[in-house]
């Protein structure tokens, strides 16, 4: 056994979001925002109930795409990848998510994935066109060396609210993780 400063336990690595549903939603209010139409949008979108947090745009090899639950517990956290824009009255809400996937060009083998996200006021094709220019400057300044990207997945959702507040949004929803055993520890 190793020592860990006299502590009994198990180390554990970072955990990896493995399966993940993707939703999609729009919302308005003539209240607010955040408990108006952000929260509508979730509602739409199915994840309302959800306590929901916000992670940058990696997926690993191992993440795959499911169907949405039929139930989702009240008040558990939901982690996501997810675009969110919201507008004025009149102003469009456009939000839209891109990802691929990365092959090592030597044997085909999935290495992870790549997102981006758009959030913004123009017009769905426009922000279409910008995710994907998005997209391929990521992949073209860090990985087109190594890596092929494949399997490009593209979604949006954009629309002018007739109320004060609109939001729209899409989100990639991990329902489970894996979480890597690095050893033990003594003493917990």
Known sequence: MQDYGGLNGVLVGNRIPKDYFVTEGTGQSD??????????????????????????SILPKIARQIDKPAELTHGSVMETISAVATADRGQRATAGIIYGWLRRKDDGEKHGGLVCE?????????????????????YTNGYSDDFDMDEIVLHSTSFVPEKRYGTALIALCFVNYVVPMLGNTQGL
């Open 118 to 138: 758009y959030n913004g006021h123009k017009a769905e094709a426009d922000a279409c066109a910008e995710l994907r220019s998005s997209l391929k400057e990521l």
């Open 31 to 56: 209240i607010t925002v955040h408990a108006g139409s952000y929260h509508l949008a979730l509602r739409n979108a199915g994840i309302e109930m959800c306590n929901i947090m916000c992670y940058s």
